[in-house]
């Protein structure tokens, strides 16, 4: 877009005094002087106070009102100079040609191209067809198609499209109420709620006051933005304009009482305190800023979870009120309003992203500490598994740890490992503890395609000492030989219970390395405690040997030198 010139004024303050000064009354000249320093100096708010008061004791005396509305332009006031440049015709018998090229210049960035048209022709016809006059009659065609493809976009729901129109056309008219509307309308549609609201916003300084797209601007920048002063201050102008709105009030309440909830939460997840934000969030006996997340989605639901709440955007009698002098086309028959759908506040909503991770989180840490907690680890599965539903949080750290987790407990070890392997990558490969939880699920893995001694004793992986004991002595009455069993059987029956009856062992062994294979010793002996685990075995059976130490040798009975050694037994049996 061309930059619009003020030399015509310019002309006229180098020649400040009109032909009729001489019957200015006292005081006045020097009034006028003032504001022309000012209006020069571009004080262009302080020199149309003091045009004003110069008008009011010179009310015939056109320049004045061609000066304060240059001023009223350069403030971008363009309703108040096109009063004045209306008057300024109106004093000179349509005479003063520059007025007319003010409200060409006017109406075109206000997108009135047709109104743009006719002052132009006025003009030019006084004129002559001069290269103001062609760069601006080239400016109001390339706006005037513009905006013809943005609305034909709108009407045809290419929202992309239509936003890219609409920013071209914006150029050139750049006050223009429709074309930013419609481009508000076609950034929500598309997803881009941050530019959406930006638009909304310029707008609530272009149109008279408004509660309802105030509150408009405040629930979509509230509930599908980041937290950021914005809302707050969208309210605040809400009430600078009506102090009394029921509607305002009660969403500026509604806006402490989660700040005071969401700055609890943090201070939860500085100290990390798992339990804390699971009560902060989820039980009713939280405290006063207690059941957060079912607040916040009620909240949410009601504001932004139906499109009846929030559309049409801006009301469209609020900007037909606003344009002083409408076009025939903006008159016209009413136009077609495209169905616009808004984003889903579930899935884009930042806050809700972050309660649902704390939780995810919270579950996490908890089912790594609490091991018999089967409840954390469905509940480490409901929240995480959210998490990576929403928005942009298809590859999420927090939410692809606590999957493999998941996944880990549920003993599918391969989806676990790729899953902790794209939380490493996810993480920039630095990560310390993740990369501790792939390797012990990679060490899983490798294990269950080896011995899994819960399967053999016939127990979860989250069993207590008492569960296994018991399971134990049942399995040893159906593997033991004297009872239709094998040596074999049992033997493999006496190593399990071994290890999951020590809990140093059975940790080990959780952690993925098998305590009894010798080669996961790297050489040393696999018995923590040098006690051979089936010596009570092989003295009640054959009562030939003792298990005695491994560091002097080797027990009686068994052939080899020093060192490690593994049992091959036949499992024909």
């Known amino acids: 877009m061309r930059l619009f010139t003020l030399t015509p ?12 000064s001489g019957l200015y009354p006292p005081g006045l000249q020097p009034l006028i002087n003032k504001a022309n320093v000012l209006l020069s100096s571009g004080l262009f708010s302080e020199a149309a106070k003091i045009y004003s008061e110069a008008i009011d004791q010179s009310p015939a005396d056109y320049l004045l009102y061609y000066k304060r509305a240059t001023a009223y332009y350069s403030l971008q006031r363009h309703n108040s100079a096109l009063e004045d440049f209306d008057k300024v015709l109106s004093l000179t018998s349509n005479t003063f040609d520059n007025a007319h090229l003010m409200k060409a210049r006017i109406f075109t960035r206000d997108g009135q191209f047709s109104l743009a048209k006719t002052s132009l022709a006025a003009y030019v016809k006084a004129k002559g067809n001069d290269k103001e006059a062609e760069e601006l009659d080239a400016d109001m065609k390339e706006g005037e198609k513009l905006k013809s493809k943005a609305e034909k976009e709108r009407n045809a729901e290419l929202w992309n499209a239509c936003v890219e129109s609409a920013t071209q056309a914006l150029r050139v008219a750049s006050h223009s109420l429709e074309i930013r509307t419609w481009r508000a309308e076609c950034s929500l549609a598309a997803g881009d709620v941050e530019s959406s609201v930006g638009d909304l916003t310029r ?14 601007i ?20 809400c009430l600078h ?36 934000i699971i009560k902060l969030l989820l039980s009713p006996e939280g405290g006063k800023n207690g059941d ?11 504001h932004v979870g139906e499109e009846k709440e929030i559309l049409p955007l801006v009301p469209p009698t609020l900007i037909q009120a606003s344009i002083p002098q409408p076009s025939p086309t903006t008159v016209k028959k009413n136009k077609k309003t495209p169905h616009i759908h808004l984003p889903l506040a579930s899935k884009v909503s930042p806050q809700r992203q972050k309660l649902v991770r704390s939780l995810c989180k919270s579950y996490t840490h908890l089912s790594d500490t609490v091991k018999s907690s089967a409840e954390y680890k469905t509940q480490m599965e409901r929240w ?11 590859d999420d750290v927090d939410g692809l740890i606590g999957r493999g987790e998941a996944l880990l407990a549920k003993e599918e070890w391969e989806d676990a490992v790729r899953t902790l392997e794209r939380a490493f990558e996810s993480s920039g490969r630095s990560d310390r503890e993740i990369h501790q939880r792939l390797q012990k699920a990679q060490k899983l893995l490798k294990q269950s395609k ?10 979860s992986r989250d069993a207590d000492a008492k569960t296994i004991k018991k399971a134990f002595r049942k399995a040893a009455k159906s593997a033991h030989p004297d009872k239709g069993g094998s040596e074999a059987k049992m033997a493999l029956l006496n190593e399990a219970y071994e290890v999951l009856s020590n809990p140093e062992l059975r940790q080990r062994f959780d952690n993925g390395e098998d305590p009894m294979d010798p080669m996961a010793q790297q050489g040393g002996h696999p018995f923590a405690n040098g006690q051979h685990p089936f010596a009570q075995f092989f003295q009640q059976q054959q009562g030939g040997f003792s298990g005695g130490q491994f560091g002097g040798g080797m027990p009686r009975g068994f052939p080899g030198g020093q060192g490690g050694f593994q049992f091959h037994f036949s499992h024909g049996q």
């Open 292 to 302: 957060l997340w079912k607040r916040w989605e009620e909240a949410m639901l009601s």
């Open 218 to 237: 405040f629930r979509l920048s509230y509930f599908l933005l980041p937290p950021s002063p914005a809302p707050l201050n969208t309210l605040k102008q």
């Open 9 to 20: 004024l310019l002309l006229l303050l180098a020649n400040p005094a009109s032909a009729d």
């Open 241 to 276: 304009y009506d102090p009394d709105s029921k509607p305002c009030l009660s969403l500026r309440r509604m806006l402490k009482s989660f700040d005071k909830s969401f700055v609890q939460l943090d201070d939860l997840l500085a100290k990390s305190d798992w339990r804390g």
């Open 450 to 459: 080896q011995k899994d001694y819960y399967k053999i004793i016939g127990v």
């Open 203 to 216: 707008l609530s300084h272009l149109l008279q006051p408004s509660t309802q797209l105030l509150t408009h």
């Open 384 to 394: 995480c598994d959210e998490l990576l539903t929403l928005d942009g949080c298809n």
